[in-house]
């Protein structure tokens, strides 16, 4: 690389003291054949490089693989002149049933935009064919919902069984939804509502407020698998499933 490049937009060429390399990602389409420059998951290797998790060798082998390669978790492309740039961040996605890839946290962030909605966590596995959703409702437009609909005598926590309140805050999510263009395989077919918002103390966000998804899986076991029941028996249109 020019020692005298200053051009912006890339995070520079390789440290003499670490090597780098780009692994595929199929599932996001990146892989180090696509032109015009090779794309993929950042990963680094060297004697300068993070070596592990102080006595916490499971977080370490999701981030190390065995032979000493750091995944970083960034989606990069090689530039010419050996620039490498950070282009996008490799998601937490799973497969469906029917084999649709989905990528989660994009529709979390799709379906904060409803009025309702707090806090949302999408969940869908290889066995299902339809995605579920757990959603932390903002108590005080759920109120504002419930009084405006007439519905008198239920705190805020009866109401989150409340068929009619479910029918309200799935129907404003799908409205979000189709505004962002979501896939039909993107809608969230049945949801949970809750009251108790994700939060570090119950170990349901990291320092950075992401979903700890496995914590949450854990957690809401019950409800999703009661969702997926649901699901399963209803004889409802397969668009407005409760």
Known sequence: MDQSD????HVGSPNPACEIKLVDVPEMNYTYEDQPYPRGEICVRGPIVFQ??????VQTQ?????DGWLHTGDIGVWL?????????RKKNIFKLAQGEYVAPEKIENVYAKSKYVAQCFIHGDSLNSSLVAIVCVDPDMFKAWAINEGIKNKDVKQLCTDSRAKAAILKDMDTV???????????AKAITLVLE?????????????????PQ????????????????STSNSSPDKIL
Not at 80 to 88: A, E, F, S, V
Not at 177 to 187: C, H, I, P, T, V
Not at 200 to 210: A, F, I, R, S
Not at 216 to 224: D, G, P, Q, S, V
């Open 80 to 88: 010419p002149g050996g620039r490498l740039k950070i282009i996008d």
């Open 197 to 213: 918002p994700f939060t570090l103390e119950n170990d349901l966000l990291t320092p950075t407020h992401k979903i700890k998804r």
């Open 52 to 57: 592990g998790y102080y006595k916490d060798e």
């Open 216 to 231: 949450a899986r854990t957690y809401f076991a019950k409800e999703i698998a009661d969702m997926y029941a649901e699901l």
């Open 62 to 66: 999701e981030m190390i693989d065995k």
């Open 6 to 9: 200053i051009l912006s937009g």
């Open 177 to 187: 939804g189709k505004e962002a263009q979501l896939r039909g395989f993107e809608f």
